[in-house]
């Protein structure tokens, strides 16, 4: 018994030594969880400004003219005078047809005006002899009628004849069959030796004119009833000039801007869209016809907008949009918002901001809402050169 007393006084003894070591280790550990770091994480100051409000539309190239190659008089096609793929001018010969069954009818023509004119001018003396024997009272006025009729018959044959002519040197002339346009040549649909016909149907090659080409493209009616509302109320202000611009379909933007040219005044029946068309300089041929594009038109202008980067919209388990704000004590909180359209890497946000408003953009990893946070701004992404580039949502 005095032993186990004994080993209980050192027991007691080591545990009141060793209580000031245990509370120091306490401390430094309470201390360092205090002295955690806030962590950074990049804001954009919400800052409402005009920006351009942009549709982005599905559209397709189509050349500006399109002129299917037909004969326009029968023959033996002897000749092809063009590469195929090539470019060609109005103009240009194409093909040649035997010219020698069009030289001889020229040939008859030019006989048969010589002979309406020999019998011109034999009719001619002869209303003039005649003439003047009547005048004098020699010939009756039967006979002068009949030499006047004659002479008429004969200019109207040499008219008929000089017809004639210029119908077989035209001929002569469609037996060289030349591009009606400037464009592109297609496949050549027939070789030598093929026999054509007169305006037959099927064409010898396609000629499409492919600087400029027109980008056709369609917009919902009730798109358009919401711009105009929204143009008549003053949430939009109608821009000074309509932009069009083309993004390709490895979403470059094509590097030449359009022109609007027209929209249709009526709406499909069975799409309930409207057919707009522009019009782009293809010096490269860089847009072929059948390309599908899509197409950027600037519509109106929102004089107060305001918009964040894209990364900043977070989505939510209910299918709803929010963002991350920072307040003024550093604590992070989150608010639902609505979003219209995505232009360039930014979302316009419709309701849930304000100006002022401290938008987390980067560094979300790092924190949970009611978290303090040490903010830094994020330079915004040049929003004027992605203007051009929207979705819809």
């Given amino acids: 018994m005095p032993d186990l007393r004994a080993q209980s006084a050192c027991i007691a003894l080591m545990l009141a030594a060793l209580a000031p070591l245990l509370a120091g280790c306490k401390e430094p550990t309470a201390n360092a969880a205090a002295a955690i770091p806030e962590v950074d994480v990049s804001v954009v100051v919400v800052q409402p400004r005009a920006r351009a409000v942009i549709r982005e539309l599905p559209g397709r190239i189509a050349p500006t003219r399109v002129a299917e190659v037909r004969p326009r008089v029968s023959g033996i096609i002897v000749e092809r005078l063009f590469h195929q793929g090539s470019e060609v001018k109005a103009g240009e010969p194409l093909y040649r047809i035997d010219p020698r069954p069009f030289e001889v009818e020229v040939q008859s023509a030019l006989a048969a ?42 200019e109207a044959d040499v008219a008929a004849r000089t017809a004639d002519v210029a119908r077989a040197r035209l001929n002569l002339d469609y037996a060289t069959i030349r591009a009606p346009i400037d464009g592109i040549v297609g496949a050549a649909h027939i070789s030598e030796g093929a026999l054509v016909v007169q305006n037959d149907a099927t064409s010898l090659a396609t000629i499409q004119q492919l600087d400029p080409v027109y980008a056709d493209f369609t917009q919902s009616a009730s798109e358009m009833n919401q711009l105009r509302r929204a143009l008549d109320t003053g949430e939009l202000v109608a821009p000074p000039a309509i932009k069009v611009r083309l993004e390709l379909d490895n979403g470059e933007l094509y590097s030449v801007q359009g022109k609007l040219l027209f929209s249709e005044a009526k709406v499909d029946a069975q799409t309930g869209k409207v057919t707009m068309r522009a019009e782009f300089a293809n010096p490269l041929r860089q847009l072929l016809p059948g390309m599908y594009v899509r197409v950027q038109l600037e519509q109106g202008i929102d004089a107060d907008a305001i918009a964040v980067p894209e990364q900043s919209i977070q989505r939510n388990s209910g299918g709803g949009s929010e963002v991350f704000l920072v307040g003024d004590d550093g604590k992070v909180t989150i608010r639902p918002v609505k979003t219209g359209a995505m232009q360039g890497g930014i979302w316009f946000v419709t309701d849930g901001l304000k100006a002022g408003d401290k938008v987390v953009v980067e560094g979300f990893q790092k924190f949970t809402p009611g978290d303090k946070v040490r903010t830094l701004s994020w330079a915004e992404a040049d929003a004027s050169a992605g203007l051009m580039q929207t979705t819809h949502r």
């Fill in 113 to 154: 005006l010589a002979r309406a004119k020999a019998v011109f001018e034999q009719a001619t003396s002869h209303a003039n002899r005649i003439g003047t024997l009547y005048r004098e009272k020699a010939a009756p006025e039967a006979k002068n009628e009949e030499a006047i009729a004659a002479l008429r018959q004969a």
